[in-house]
């Protein structure tokens, strides 16, 4: 198993491998990896004849089976790229790794798995295919590195930005080079160059900001400060979120809580916050956050029956949190 600077390091001094499978938490990073691989080993009059991509899940063994057995067009080179590989029952799985030998020098298969899917480390398939192909894991980018990336691709621009804005921007796209992107353009087309992106303008611009702020809004129910966390909740709705949406995220939020208290992973791809979520816990115990879970799914329920307003419903649970915790 090679990591992907180890992938791009081997292509660019122009070593390709018979076969490859790539799988981790970063889809972005896989795909954008299987293009860079086929723009090295196809010529540029190849890549559009002699390279294909096949979904596992829609594409027959049989299927698979001939489309590897077949020669690429005009002689040249030839990349076939098999995504949700995982989705072959295992004798087919060892049906076609067999089609690998004898190596063809012309020709290159990645298999790919969805993060979605992603094999556990120990697995009996990752094992099969890191015995028969050069696996490579992309993992989400850490924090450090995704500062960086940013800092790299708004200097391209002539665009600054503040540490804190930084920060809160590589804290929410969590690792993930995709949503990096999108970001960094939607700020690219709000900022103009010569001027600093600051934490006002991730809040204007960038996706997940409401969810960042309920950690903020956690923080304030456990300091019991009801003023201000009445506030919050007013500027939340204020900016678009409606009480359904903020009431969700705190489930998801004091869910991820309760998992994390109990030495268990948070809802959805937040590992890295497990930190910020484990400080809140503590101020918990398992009764009351039990309680809080329940608390907000019965307000959802007022929601839907529609017995108080929308806001007044999510104000007021908001104050019985904030007593749950005192």
């Given at each position: ?311 007044a419903a999510l104000q007021m649970l908001a104050l019985k949190m904030i007593s749950d915790n005192v």
């Amino acid at each position: 198993m090679i990591t992907p600077r180890t992938l791009k390091t081997e292509i660019s001094a122009g070593k390709f491998h018979l076969a490859y499978y790539f799988f981790g938490a970063d889809d972005y990073r896989i795909v954008e990896a299987e293009k860079y691989l086929v723009r090295s080993f196809l010529p540029d009059l190849q890549r559009q004849i002699n390279s294909c991509k096949l979904d596992g899940r829609r594409t027959s063994c049989a299927d698979l089976i001939a489309e590897l057995s077949n020669l690429p067009m005009l002689g040249g080179k030839q990349v076939v790229i098999v995504s949700s590989f995982q989705s072959y029952k295992p004798t087919e799985i060892d049906a076609v790794l067999k089609l690998l030998t004898p190596p063809d020098p012309n020709r290159t298969v990645i298999f790919s798995t969805p993060a979605a899917k992603a094999p556990k480390r120990k697995s009996a398939f990752l094992n099969k295919m890191d015995k028969a192909v050069q696996v490579v894991e992309f993992k989400k980018l850490a924090q450090a590195d995704i500062q960086k990336q940013i800092r790299k691709r708004l200097l391209a621009e002539e665009i600054g930005i503040e540490p804190a804005a930084l920060t809160l921007l590589s804290e929410l796209v969590a690792g993930n080079l995709g949503p990096m992107e999108s970001e960094i353009n939607k700020l690219i087309n709000y900022r103009s160059a010569g001027e600093t992106v600051t934490v006002d303008d991730i809040g204007a611009v960038c996706s997940g900001y409401a969810t960042y702020n309920i950690f903020a809004l956690a923080d304030e129910i456990v300091a019991g400060r009801t003023r201000t966390v009445l506030k919050m909740i007013d500027r939340l709705l204020a900016d678009g979120n409606t009480p359904v949406a903020i009431a969700s995220l705190l489930q998801q939020h004091f869910i991820s809580l309760y998992l994390v208290k109990n030495s268990r992973k948070p809802l959805g791809r937040r590992d890295f916050l497990i930190g910020k979520f484990r400080g809140q816990a503590a101020q918990y115990d398992n009764i009351q956050l039990e309680k809080i879970i329940v608390e907000i799914a019965a307000t959802d329920a007022e929601f839907r029956q529609q017995a108080l307003k929308p806001a007044a419903a999510l104000q007021m649970l908001a104050l019985k949190m904030i007593s749950d915790n005192v």
